[in-house]
């Protein structure tokens, strides 16, 4: 079954301590991205990567970081998680070089910073 | 950064009603995208408009791309409790060699049975 898994699906942490949310598609899709929703606010783009290698910044950077080492996994960094990094989370990936293809998503994951 | 303010916010209504959801922006898209999110699931792609005044339909919904591409609407008819979720519109820019997706801010549409 073609999807994108993204583990944890929910987390609670403290302020500072480290955590990596991991997202994994089997679609062999190049486009891979990180948004974050937020009630009022909309899906709003963290980190994106065209492929392999190349990550970029979104709409929202600050205070995370990513990875592409592979073409199916694309973590996602908080290296000292705050609190108004509380959030739902999804990753995405399209298998078109831009983003006119659809784009499936994962099913989200609830982070908590105390 | 680009805004997409979508209307109503909240919308709540009977089932075998008929409702309309805007996806109003000051800017022109390339394309526009409508994605369903019901809970605890990630949005899934309704459909895309690409050609200004394009009208698609989807079983018992209608979308349309207004002709200056800024806009789009998507309309109900007889909503059923399945329809439930929260919609969201997504413009794609093209530009600089770099494409960009932005989300709509979302209505989150009850259908009562």
């Known amino acids: 079954e073609a999807q994108v898994t993204q583990n944890p699906r929910y987390l609670i942490t403290v302020t500072g301590k480290k955590l990596t949310v991991t997202c994994s598609q089997n679609m062999n899709h190049e486009y891979m991205s990180w948004y974050r929703q937020d009630p009022g606010l909309g899906l709003r783009q963290i980190y994106y990567?065209?492929?392999?290698?190349?990550?970029d910044k979104g709409d929202v950077p600050e205070g995370y970081k990513v990875s592409r080492k592979e073409k199916r996994n694309f973590p996602l960094i908080l290296e000292s998680p705050s609190p108004n990094q509380t959030s739902l989370y999804f990753c995405?990936?399209?298998?078109?070089?831009?983003?006119?293809?659809?784009?499936?998503f994962g099913e989200g994951s609830r982070l908590t910073v105390l | 950064t680009q805004l997409l303010e979508q209307s109503p916010q909240f919308l709540s209504i009977q089932e075998g009603e008929n409702l309309t959801v805007y996806c109003n922006s000051s800017s022109v898209f390339s394309s526009l995208q409508w994605y369903r999110q019901e809970p605890g699931e990630g949005p899934v792609l309704l459909v895309t408009v690409v050609t200004g005044g394009e009208v698609k339909k989807l079983k018992r919904l209608t979308f349309q791309f207004g002709d200056a591409r800024k806009d789009s609407s998507l309309h109900i008819t007889a909503a059923q409790p399945g329809d439930t979720g929260l919609y969201l519109c997504?413009?794609?820019?093209?530009?600089?060699?770099?494409?960009?997706?932005?989300f709509g801010t979302g209505t989150r549409l009850t259908i009562i049975p």
């Open positions: 995405a990936s399209s298998g078109l070089a831009g983003l006119t293809g659809e784009l499936f």
């Open positions: 997504a413009g794609v820019d093209v530009g600089f060699g770099n494409e960009k997706l932005t």
């Open positions: 990567s065209m492929n392999v290698e190349v990550t």
